[in-house]
């Protein structure tokens, strides 16, 4: 998908959203490596996680601090670029959170607490559905255009056989439900734009460290990797898969 192709005609102007480390900053290094994008906005909830994002020097690139889990943030951030465009032509979502400070994901029922389980939702569904809305108008337009998110297998409830991490699984259901509704919707309201939940495989990334010794080598993915692997399943999307679940080797996973 992201390969100087001249059949490529969606890629003048994206969004992505979590693009100051992992693969939301892979996107962003692979979108600007395209000579023919026009702009690439992106998103970072905090100066001190994107250092890298804010050194790129490339004047395509418009950054944005936003934290997805507070509409009027997201509302300001797409007002500001609508601003600059009247349409965006690929969005990517790649917030999540797994662990974040003493939160980690529950190994059995002895370690819910609703406190840590509404932090999950409103950072993997809550905000996620947020995005969908606010960024609607900008997908209203008659050009191909693409809204993924990154979800993950184990939010699968089809393929969960060995429990625990409740938050994170059950929130990352919750999203792929969201993402299924709001593409009926936008069937209606934005026909040529293609939403999908995408499972980008175990990424060596910061969410993943702490889970990564259990891993086989072949299967713990470079950002660089799952971005060439995310843009393969992009490419080869058509308007029948809005609303579907896939995996980064194209394979469609079960809900």
């Known amino acids: 998908m992201l390969e100087n192709n001249p059949?490529?005609?969606?890629?003048?102007?994206?969004?992505?959203?979590?693009?100051?480390?992992?693969i939301g900053l892979g996107f962003v290094r692979r979108l600007l490596d395209r000579a023919d994008s026009e702009c690439v906005y992106a998103t970072y909830r905090s100066l001190e996680s994107a250092t890298?994002?804010?050194?790129?020097?490339?004047?395509r690139l418009c950054c944005f601090q936003m934290d997805i889990t507070d509409e009027s943030q997201i509302a300001a951030v797409i007002h500001k670029i609508q601003t600059e465009t009247a349409t965006l032509d690929f969005v990517?979502?790649?917030?999540?959170?797994?662990?974040?400070?003493?939160?980690?994901?529950?190994k059995s029922l002895r370690h819910i607490n609703s406190e840590q389980l509404l932090r999950y939702f409103q950072v993997n569904s809550v905000g996620a559905i947020l995005l969908l809305k606010q960024v609607q108008p900008l997908l209203k337009h008659p050009n191909r255009s693409i809204l993924a998110t990154i979800s993950a297998k184990v939010g699968s409830i089809g393929d969960n056989h060995s429990g625990g991490w409740y938050g994170y699984r059950a929130s990352k259901s919750a999203l792929n439900m969201l993402i299924r509704t709001t593409a009926i919707e936008y069937k209606r309201t934005c026909p040529q734009a293609i939403l999908v939940a995408l499972h980008p495989g175990t990424t060596d990334t910061r969410l993943s460290l702490p889970f990564q010794r259990n891993v086989p080598p072949e299967k713990l993915f470079s950002v660089d990797r799952t971005v060439s692997q995310l843009c393969t399943v992009?490419?080869?999307?058509e308007p029948i898969d809005s609303g579907e679940f896939f995996s980064w080797d194209g394979s469609q996973l079960p809900w």
């Open 7 to 22: 059949s490529d005609r969606f890629l003048k102007t994206a969004l992505v959203v979590g693009g100051g480390q992992g």
């Open 52 to 59: 890298e994002l804010l050194a790129i020097a490339d004047p």
């Open 234 to 237: 992009i490419d080869r999307l």
């Open 92 to 106: 990517i979502n790649a917030v999540g959170v797994l662990h974040e400070g003493a939160m980690q994901p529950e």
